[in-house]
C-alpha cells in the first residue's frame, strides 16, 4: 500500500531554535545560528546570539532571542528581537570552527543603493478636485497643486530614506492603476488624467 502525505508541506530543515539553544552551555550566547531558508543567497545571513529569554505560560517551542543580525552581509545596525518565527523547525547552529569562515562578508560584492524617498506626492484625482473646489470658494490661489505630505515607517536594513527639504528623490512615486494584467479589459475604457 502505498504511503499518502496528508497536510501542509514544508521547506524548513532543521530545529526550532528552542532546541538548539536549550541544549548549549549559557543558552548560545555568542554562537552564531543560521537560518535554512536564507541560505540560498550567495552574501552570508546569520544570527550571533546576544540574550536568551524563555516564555512563560506560552508555545513551549517558542523562545524569545536578542541578536546582531546580518542579512544578506549587511549588518543591522540595532540588535533584534527574534521570538515569533523561533518555533519554525529551520534553524541550525554553526560549529565553532567554521564561524570565521561562515560570517566572512565578500567585500567585492556591490552595496546596494540608498534610496531616497519623495517627501509629498499628488492627491488622487477626486481628492485633488476637491481640494480645488474648496479653494476656489475660499478665494485662495488654485494655481499650485495640493500635496499629500508622507510618512514612511522606519526600515531596519537602512537602504531606504526619507529625501531632506531641497534634496532630489531617486525614486518616483507616480497617481494611476500602473499597469493591468489583462490590458485588454480596458481597452475600450477612456480615462481623463
Known sequence: MPIKYIGRTTSFKGKTLWEIVGNLKNFGVGRIVVRSVFERYPEPSYLKICKVEGLANEDPRKVRVWAEKVFRGRKYPKIVEVCSVSYKADYRLIPKDEEEEYCKTQSHLPLEKVKI???TVPFPPLLR???LADRRAKGEDVTK????????????????????????PNVEFEPGIGV??????????????
Not at 182 to 191: D, F, G, I, Q
Open 145 to 168: 497643486e495640493p500635496e499629500m505630505e508622507i510618512q514612511y515607517n522606519e526600515s531596519r536594513d537602512g537602504l531606504s530614506r526619507r529625501a531632506q527639504e531641497g534634496e532630489v
Open 129 to 131: 478636485e476637491l481640494i
Open 117 to 119: 524617498l519623495p517627501r
Open 180 to 193: 493591468p494584467r489583462t490590458p485588454e479589459l480596458y481597452a475600450s475604457v477612456k480615462r481623463q488624467l
